[in-house]
Structure formats: C-alpha cells, structure tokens
C-alpha cells in the first residue's frame, strides 16, 4: 500500500505498508514491512514443506495506534511506533492509502535478473496468483447510550449493529456475572424499568 498524497510529497514520506513481500529466490519466506522515513519489518518462516507459491491467508490488522501483521491467522509482527520523514506519529499511517499488487522484476531488493536467465526463458514468465482481496471496517464498539426519564430508562445504539440485549440484576450477595438474561429486543431503543433500583445492561453480537 502507498499514501494516496505520493505525488505531493514523495516516498517514504507517504508512506508504504508492505503487506507480503517476498524475495522469489527464497519462497519459504515473507516479510511485512513499514516505511515512512524509518523502516520496520518483520519475516515469517514458513513450516518445513511449505512456500508461497501455495496459497495463503495475508492480513492486515491497520488501528490508529498498531500495526498488525498474520500470515494464516499467525501473527508475527507487531508495529506500535514509526517516524516520518514529513510530518509527526501516527503520520502517514493516519491518511489513505492505496493498493499495489506487482511482480517486481530487478530493483535492490531482489537484484537484476541476468540477460541469460531472461533470454533463456529458465525464469520468464512469471506470475502472481491472487486469489481475493477484501478489506473490512472494523465494527464500533458496542457501546450504550442511556437517557433517564422518571423511572423508565432509555437504551440506544447504532442501528448498523446486530445484536441483542442483555440484563443483570444484581443478587443480593453481590455481582454475579454469569447471570446474563436475554432480552427480546434486538434494535433500539429499549424502554427499561428496573424493579429493584439497579441493574446493568449490556449488547450481546449476534
């Protein structure tokens, strides 16, 4: 990935996430790499046997404070803190980014293939095989907002959410959390009115 603002101020200060980078002469290995004026990678091994030129899961975990990367749900690197050569953290991992799938041939990180190997047809050509790409917004947090009217009390949260409610009246021997009761609605608001004064309410997904 690219910060979408490269024609204006150049790379690295864009910045670039490398989800998988891979060194073709060494297929049992890739890479996850940030740069934007420094430079962090981690490298993943793949079990004895294995290679990417099988197909496997990639992912990308992209918060405001961490970078995450997996390679068939196994996380193996853990960015929390980068510079920029432009601006001041989280920057450039705070703007947009676009997508770059290619089969890079020379530059320094793999070297210059010989005229031979190209000619001899031994190398070339090549492909990349991508299966699929899907990118997800993470849900917002399943947060209640609570507004009080007399003894009724009013439960809302976002409508994009599918869940359902839950109640906790608290025992008279104190908080037993494993106490959970569903309620039968499942989109807000929720009209509530405790019988005993108190009682916590919380989202169950789905």
Partial sequence: ???TNISSIGWPG??????????GSSPGTVQ???????????????ISGAANTAFHTYTLDWTTNAILFYVDGHLYESQTGWSSSIGNYPFPFD?????IMNL???GSFVGNPSSSSING???????MQVDYVRIYNQTAPLKLSANQTGATIMLNWPTNIVCH??????AASGLQTTNWTDLPTTS??????PTNGRAFYRLQSP
């Fill in 104 to 106: 890079a041939i020379g």
């Fill in 188 to 193: 807000g608001p929720a009209y509530v009115a």
């Fill in 1 to 3: 990935l690219l910060g």
């Fill in 32 to 46: 996850g790499s940030l740069h934007s004026g420094s430079d962090e990678t981690g490298y993943y091994n793949f």
């Fill in 95 to 99: 703007q947009p980014f676009f997508f």
């Fill in 165 to 170: 409610l839950q109640m906790l009246a608290p």
């Fill in 14 to 23: 864009c910045g670039e996430i490398d989800v998988m980078e891979n060194n």
């Fill in 121 to 127: 047809g031994t190398t070339f050509p090549a492909e």
